[in-house]
């Protein structure tokens, strides 16, 4: 008679298998959604999300001397992300036309090396497609060292069409971690499954 236990061993591995696959494709989906998110946003200008001009557009604009825009800056993490994320200032007087500089402060409070993005939005939500940007870290994502820190800075005009009924813009990030950090999780889970399955 022959011992059943191989067969129900390889039949557990192969559901144990299953199972983390399923469970890998749901937590990357999860990831997806965000910049599924923000790309449906920054085409549909759902949710205040900010637009981007050149460097020359923003050279060619005319400054409104007489107006003035009270701009707040605004931070939150993820609530998955290790992160201390913040504005260097909170808040700046405007003058639509003109560019401006500040930036946000970000540190990877994990001991491992991480990759982080934020994803701006903008309030009022009429606001939004009048407050551009020429460099933004919420471009591009940002790689930290094991309990590394940066300034992360950003360049921004107020497009002088901003109707005249707004004068306090409010300017939002969310950081979180940017699917590129689950690579190295998502490597150690293929590579259990692996082992479980032989």
């Known amino acids: 008679m022959s011992d059943p236990r191989p067969a129900t061993s390889k039949m557990h591995a192969i559901v144990a298998g299953k199972m983390l696959a399923l ?3 749901m937590f990357g989906f999860g990831y997806a959604m ?5 790309i449906i946003c920054e085409v549909t200008g759902l949710n205040g999300k900010t637009g981007r001009v050149s460097v020359a557009e923003a050279a060619a604009a005319k400054m409104d001397p007489d107006r003035e825009v009270i701009v707040e800056f ?3 993490i993820n609530a998955s992300g290790a992160w ?3 504005p260097t200032e909170r808040t700046m007087i405007a003058k639509p036309g003109q560019t401006y500089q500040t930036s946000y402060y970000a540190e990877n409070l994990t001991n491992r090396t991480t990759v982080g993005q934020a994803s701006p939005s903008v309030t009022p939500s009429a606001a939004a497609k009048y407050f551009n940007k020429t460099e933004c870290f919420c471009f591009t994502q940002q ?3 094991p309990n590394a820190s940066k300034d992360m800075p950003l360049i921004f005009i107020i ?3 901003l109707p005249l009924n707004v004068d306090r813009i409010t300017l939002s990030y969310t950081f979180f971690n940017s699917p ?3 690579a190295s999780l ?3 889970l293929i590579s259990i499954a692996q082992e479980i399955s032989q």
């Open 143 to 145: 790689l930290f060292e």
């Open 84 to 86: 201390e994320f913040r």
């Open 34 to 38: 965000v910049p599924l998110y923000d």
């Open 23 to 25: 469970a890998i494709g």
């Open 159 to 161: 497009d002088p069409d």
């Open 180 to 182: 590129d950090s689950t």
């Open 74 to 76: 605004t931070s939150t």
């Open 186 to 188: 998502s490597s150690s």
